[in-house]
């Protein structure tokens, strides 16, 4: 197999466009620069890939996008089913959130908590979910035993920011323990500052002790390496501009060339653009998050913070802050910030990063910012993600809706797609996440323009309820 660097090809990458916003953007770009995270600062060389596509070229199965869902998908094929898929990408490899996230692998997909999945579903379903879910972790945690993408184990620390959250981690904790066999455990304020973080907000916490936190890209790299190693084909700087389906062939036009396959899995997570496939059209609801990681903390900041755990801790806030001590003792913190990609760059945005972390943890007031990144999640409208065939008819797929859970279960997302592809349907396949399409808004197709607006609304609202009522 020919491999190629990207120096080896093409044009040097474009700039990269701080305000492309998948909802207003007619291009999702084509071979831009990373975004400035430390995931990209920190990773080392990007392992080799197989250059853009030049000239037209057949496919027995193409996955669009090179991020976790993608990748993992492409491994999974080749590893489980003999497959050798065509991965297409816009830009660089795991170019979208997967090298913009902050790294925290739970035992979790989309936005629902298991109390939730009962109200919803019922308890037997729930049940079964559960089993799903629980082996979406295991998938998870092999991956990251394979690749060097500094897993640091021990769980999520889920941390009430006020007093009144506690009635709710309390409930929670009990559901998970009574019905799931999860072994969670209530924490008091001074048990978290004096045990875990020296977190000044926190009235309590909620401990799982399911959770990984990585090394986002590194991952990410390890997945492209073991799936071309088995005759995967990853293709950067190849966006797809056009999509016709004729006669069971499916044929994605790219810059370099016409792609021709029998099925195409789509893995663009918030990325993919609305005219992209009509499968695909006001189905995920692309939101941005905003991260920033400090300079390595000094003994004495490293012992006023109090951090004695490298593990995932998450607020209790509906815009909740996540943040996390990294492997060279540097800060992560991340949250929801701008509503559009031409407001992302604002000042207020960074600062509430800032001026969060400096709340939590008083002793990194005013401590230097070494890198300042966002990027878009992709949000279901039900909350929960899908991995589907949306018409039976079509050999198409997508993995789509993690909601910020998607650091962890798009890996079992990529082994189920796999599976769907290659024609194979297990007993799981009646549950939530796999029986149904992404639903439209709730209000139908025709208030997708206005949705903006209403996040907009519900984001004041949140605040609102989160900091003052």
């Known amino acids: 197999m020919n491999s190629f660097s990207r120096a080896e090809v093409g044009a040097a990458p474009a700039p990269y466009d701080p305000a492309f916003d998948p909802l207003v953007s007619r291009s999702p770009g084509h071979n831009m620069q990373y975004a400035p995270t430390y995931w990209v600062a920190s990773a080392g060389e990007p392992p080799m890939d197989d250059g853009p596509i030049r000239g037209d070229v057949d496919a027995d199965v193409v996955i669009i996008g090179s991020g976790f869902t993608g990748l993992a998908t492409a491994l999974f094929l080749a590893r489980e089913h003999g497959i050798r898929a065509t991965v297409l990408e816009a830009n660089q490899v795991a170019w979208g959130c997967t090298s913009r996230n902050g790294g925290q692998g739970q035992n979790a997909s989309g936005r629902l908590y298991r109390s939730q999945w009962i109200t919803r579903w019922g308890l037997p379903t729930a049940l079964r979910l559960d089993e799903e879910i629980r082996a979406g972790f295991d998938t998870f945690v092999q991956l990251t035993q394979e690749i060097d993408c500094e897993p640091q184990p021990g769980g999520h620390l889920y941390i009430a920011h006020r007093p009144k959250k506690l009635a709710f981690l309390r409930h929670e904790a009990e559901v998970m323990r009574k019905h799931f066999g999860y072994d969670t455990r209530i924490l008091t304020g001074e048990e978290v500052r004096r045990h875990w973080c020296g977190d000044q907000e926190a009235a309590g916490a909620m401990h799982e002790p399911e959770g990984i936190c990585v090394h986002p890209l590194k991952l990410a790299f390890g997945y492209m390496k073991m799936a071309r190693a088995l005759g995967a084909r990853v293709h950067p700087a190849s966006p797809v501009t056009g999509w016709e389906s004729r006669n069971g062939v499916h044929y994605l036009r790219t810059p370099g060339g016409i792609v021709r396959a029998r099925a195409v899995a789509v893995a663009t997570g918030a990325y993919g653009l609305p005219g992209l496939s009509p499968w695909l059209k006001n189905r995920v609801f692309p939101v941005l ?142 549950l939530p996440i796999y029986d149904s399409a992404l639903p439209f808004p709730r209000q139908g197709e025709w208030a997708a323009p206005w949705r903006r607006l209403g996040q907009s609304m519900l984001y004041r609202w949140y605040w609102l309820r989160d900091e003052i009522l």
């Open 289 to 430: 998050s905003n991260s920033i990681v400090t300079r390595p903390l000094t003994d004495e900041e490293l012992q006023a913070t109090n951090f004695l755990t490298h593990q995932a801790i998450t607020d209790t806030r509906t815009l909740r802050f996540y943040y996390r001590l990294l492997p060279d003792r540097r800060v992560q913190i991340g949250s929801r910030s701008a509503i559009s990609g031409a407001n992302a760059h604002r000042e207020s945005h960074y600062r509430l990063l800032v001026n969060g972390l400096a709340r939590k943890f008083p002793a990194l007031k005013g401590i230097d910012i070494d890198h300042s990144w966002w990027g878009w999640v992709d949000v279901s409208h039900d909350m929960m993600p899908r991995v589907v065939q949306p018409d039976p008819m079509q050999s198409v797929y997508y993995a789509l809706g993690y909601g910020g859970n998607g650091v962890s279960f798009s890996a079992h997302a990529g082994r189920r797609m796999a599976e769907r592809v290659a024609g194979l349907r297990g007993p799981e396949i009646d």
